[in-house]
């Protein structure tokens, strides 16, 4: 039953449209950070919305009965970590001081959703091991980028943990690339596109 609803072109649709329009706001959210940003890291800068971006992607190959399936696993990959690590810097910033706030409740609520999202549709990727090479290339670069160079997402409040954000950012990124292995590579099963 779920298969059904997950592949319903109206509901498919839905999700295009929600993920797209999430994916300019979160581009829109990002503004003051591109200001700051040497235009080399640009690309690296904005990982949630560039998560969604690759899932609107993915939901138009659906709709239209087709796999990108290097974008399925950047897809898959990105929106389970930044999904989840979106909800975990959120909630350490209320034990930081910060009020709960209809924002901070939304981006959890959204960020969820991605992370969510992201596990929901495995059983539709064609997802090989060439395409978890590259999107672990790309997300573990990403990693380097953030950490390394500084362009990591802006949380004041969380600032002076940078170092530990870093470190338990490296180890959500293994366990997604690890997801991605399991759910989807080592799997026997898989569901076929019907359009």
């Known amino acids: 039953?779920?298969?059904y609803l997950l592949l319903d072109r109206t509901f498919l649709m839905l999700l295009f449209i929600i993920n797209f329009l999430g994916t300019i706001y979160g581009?829109?959210?990002y503004r003051l950070q591109f200001e700051v940003t040497p235009p080399i890291f640009l690309a690296f800068v904005p990982d949630s919305p560039t998560a969604s971006l690759f899932f609107v992607i993915v939901l138009a190959g659906f709709l239209i009965g087709r796999h990108f399936s290097y974008i399925e696993?950047?897809?898959m990959v990105t929106l389970f970590k930044y999904g989840t690590w979106a909800v975990v810097m959120n909630i350490l910033t209320f034990f930081n001081g910060?009020?709960?706030s209809f924002m901070a409740l939304?981006?959890?609520v959204s960020h969820g959703a991605m992370a969510i999202q992201a596990l929901l549709y495995a059983p539709f990727y064609k997802i090989e091991w060439r395409h978890l090479v590259v999107a672990s290339i790309w997300t573990l670069h990403n990693d380097i980028i953030d950490y390394v160079y500084g362009q990591m997402p802006m949380y004041p409040t969380l600032a002076q943990y940078e170092?530990?954000?870093?470190y338990f950012t490296f180890w959500l990124s293994l366990l997604s690339i690890t997801l991605v292995y399991l759910f989807c590579i080592k799997r026997t099963t898989s569901y076929e596109l019907s359009y």
Request: charge should be positive.
């Open 73 to 75: 696993a950047l897809a």
């Open 27 to 29: 581009y829109y959210w």
């Open 1 to 3: 039953m779920l298969k």
């Open 98 to 100: 910060q009020p709960v």
């Open 106 to 108: 939304m981006l959890i």
């Open 163 to 166: 170092q530990h954000i870093g």
